[in-house]
């Protein structure tokens, strides 16, 4: 009998990996979309904002009678105030949509996605894509509106 050296080559490499991988991100280790090591804490509130922005999109989506995919562009928030609501800050925006529904003016349907982003750029709409680059403590009702307007 040997007494061969123990190999991590193969399978027992990968599983080594992924274990060091998943304690990685356990301990908030986890990179972020734009790249950056991103804390349990602000994975945490990120997650909680992308449901809180996707139960505001459904509610639009009921009184509009379509359905409204919701998503955030993490990337333009950098400067965000810790602690300011990203949803508060964009949540406008689907008010001015579902005020319209709410008028008839057409504009259920026409809008299936909505993306808040949080670097004060204003709203947009193309190909069905309603965008709100929101400012912390603004709420984009107005904005929103006018563009909304413009198209319907």
Do not use: H
Not at 20 to 34: E, I, M, N, T
Not at 46 to 70: K, M, N, P, Y
Request: charged share 20%; with cysteine; proline share 3%.
């Amino acid at each position: 009998m040997t007494n061969a050296p123990l190999s991590f080559g193969g399978r027992a490499a990968r599983i080594a990996l992924g274990a060091a991988v998943a304690f990685a991100a356990a301990l908030g280790l986890a990179p972020s979309p734009d790249g950056a090591a991103q804390s349990l804490k602000e994975m945490r509130a990120r997650d909680a904002e992308e449901r809180a922005l996707q139960r505001e999109a459904d509610f639009t989506g009921r009184v509009c009678g379509a359905s409204i995919t919701a998503s955030f562009d993490w990337s333009t928030f950098d400067d965000w105030p810790e602690g300011a609501s990203a949803t508060s800050a964009c949540d406008g925006a689907l008010a001015a949509l579902e005020a319209l529904c709410r008028d008839g003016r057409g504009a259920g349907g026409a809008v299936s996605s909505f993306v808040c982003a949080g670097d004060g750029a204003g709203a947009s709409l193309s190909g069905g894509e309603l965008t709100y680059s929101a400012s912390p403590g603004d709420n984009g009702f107005d904005d929103a509106m006018a563009v909304l307007e413009s198209n319907f």
